[in-house]
């Protein structure tokens, strides 16, 4: 198992989950972004999930990749890329230099047109796509699956390695937007019972992973 880990790093393959993220009430400009700190919308979960996403003790994941879909916007919506192969100076793991780092990238971002991205000096990609046409284009290169507490459980299923988990903010998913993600062919996986927070889905997930290496 670990050799075939080991040739699928060599062929540039992801041998780990990639993850999309909607956050629909994070604002797109970098000062509203900050000043939305303990509001309603929660921004300062994102730091959390970063970290449990990209990050382990004296390193980080190299072949994830973390896309946050930030939705408050009055043009379009912003993704915001995090690709472990490619990780930047983000300024240390606290709250609050994650977040500041997602201000930074969001900044020189305020004048993308549609479908337009640039890189941030951090490393982080920001691109002006929604969250239905990342999903499109996710399908496209390998299964993806919604975390629900409604689907099959993750440990009796085989998802892909390089499969795409989508998870969502403190706002859930409304029944068309499930019902667009289904017809895209997205399925359902669960981790238990229990609404947990996308942060604890994501150690969940690698932890999932990480044993089928053993």
């Known amino acids: 198992r670990l050799q075939t880990a080991a040739v699928k790093v060599l062929l540039g393959k992801s041998v780990m989950p990639n993850f999309v993220i909607r ?55 912003r993704i915001l890329t995090f690709d472990g192969a490619h990780m930047g100076d983000l300024g240390g793991l606290s709250e609050q230099a994650l977040l500041a780092s997602c201000a930074l990238a969001l900044k020189g971002a305020e004048r993308l ?10 490393g982080i990609v920001v691109e002006t796509l929604s969250f239905e046409g990342l999903i499109k284009r996710q399908c496209l290169a ?33 029944k068309n937007a499930l019902s667009g993600l289904k017809r895209q062919g997205v399925g359902l996986l669960s981790l238990g019972r229990n609404m947990l927070f996308a942060s604890q889905c994501l150690t969940l997930i690698h932890g999932h992973f990480d044993s089928a290496l053993d």
């Open 23 to 77: 956050c629909r009430k994070a604002p797109v400009r970098a000062d509203r972004f900050l000043a939305a700190v303990g509001s309603d919308g929660h921004v300062e979960f994102i730091a959390g999930m970063i970290t449990n996403a990209l990050f382990i003790s004296k390193g980080h994941r190299a072949n994830v990749t973390l896309h946050l879909v930030f939705e408050d916007s009055a043009d379009f919506s």
């Open 113 to 122: 047109g549609k479908e337009q991205c640039v890189t941030a000096p951090n």
């Open 142 to 174: 390998a299964p993806c699956y919604l975390m629900s507490p409604k689907g099959q459980s993750l440990t009796q299923t085989r998802p892909d390695d390089a499969a795409t988990f989508i998870l969502t903010d403190q706002v859930p998913l409304s």
